[in-house]
């Protein structure tokens, strides 16, 4: 599969998911980067912006299985993963699967259950395998986490850890819709106030998974010149010697910048990879990796504001 056929796959899932879902064109192309960089999405927004919806959406285009975690205060490990049952007819004990047993994984208000259960994804974000009981179970290629979560609620809530944070590719901000987007919005589904159901859209997938492993191959032989690498790690090594970041990004997050820089470009039906590919990439990419000084915090600066001005000041090559 060719970079041509790539962007023909990106063209038909955005006309699929927005029979239910209004605009979001930018959020759609990051999340199929995430996808063919095999990375996963951390998406942060007020309720009510579709966040759940885009997900199935996301899922139903590309023919993949969903499953959704909702996460809660009282939520345990052994529910994420599963866990082994004795079966007394057969005198064995036999493992009882999670929800996490699953291709795209909706990992829903994931900051409001305490850290014990948000580290039984560490493994799986990292490795694509979960353990039980010593025995190791694969989750196959086909395997992201699309968590999301709540930006203006903190009673209740448990901050997701450093560890974590780094295994996610992006972290996606899901604003308000413009005006037009709102009114398309209400007269889509203004006569329901229930969530709208996949089933009445008829979303067609627009590959499967054997056409999305070929589509990475594709991506990983995407072109990235020395100059680019270079311009890679300078903005990642920015990032650890600005005075207003206490906590830099680490050198995960310079593979995981140029893996979807390389992954963009194949969705723009190039072959190789130019400096505004990662300069777009690069706020979403550190946002969430990066923690702000005490004194940043106090004269008001917010970590895009300073990723923002390490772009302006690390010099790109021509």
Known sequence: MDVEAIDEVRRALRTEIQKVVVGQDDIIDLMLVSVLSEGHVLIEGVPGTAKTLLAQAFA?????????????PDLMPGDVIGTNLFNFQRNEFLLTKGPIFTQILLADEINRTPPKTQSALLQAMQERCVTIDNDTYDLGDGFLVI???????????????EAQLDR???????????????????RRHGHRTAMPRLADFEIQPVCALESLQQMRAE??????????????????????????????????AANM????????????????VIPDDIKLLVPPTLR????????????????????GQIIEQTKAPR
């Open 60 to 72: 139903a285009g590309l023919a993949l299985d969903f499953g959704r975690i909702q996460f809660t």
């Open 147 to 161: 968590a999301t979560q709540n930006p203006i609620e903190l009673q209740g809530t448990y901050p997701l850890p």
């Open 168 to 186: 996610f590719l992006f972290k996606i901000i899901v604003g308000y819709p413009s005006r037009d987007q709102e009114r398309a919005i209400v």
């Open 219 to 252: 991506v990983a032989e995407i072109r990235l010149t020395d100059e680019l690498v270079d311009y890679v790690v300078d903005i990642i090594r920015a990032t650890r010697e600005h005075p207003s970041l206490q906590v830099g990004a680490s050198p995960r």
């Open 257 to 272: 910048l140029a893996s979807a820089a390389r992954a963009h470009a194949a969705l723009q039906g190039r072959g190789y």
């Open 288 to 307: 969430h990796r990066v923690l702000l000084a005490p004194g940043a915090e106090i004269e008001g600066l917010t970590a895009d504001r300073i990723i």
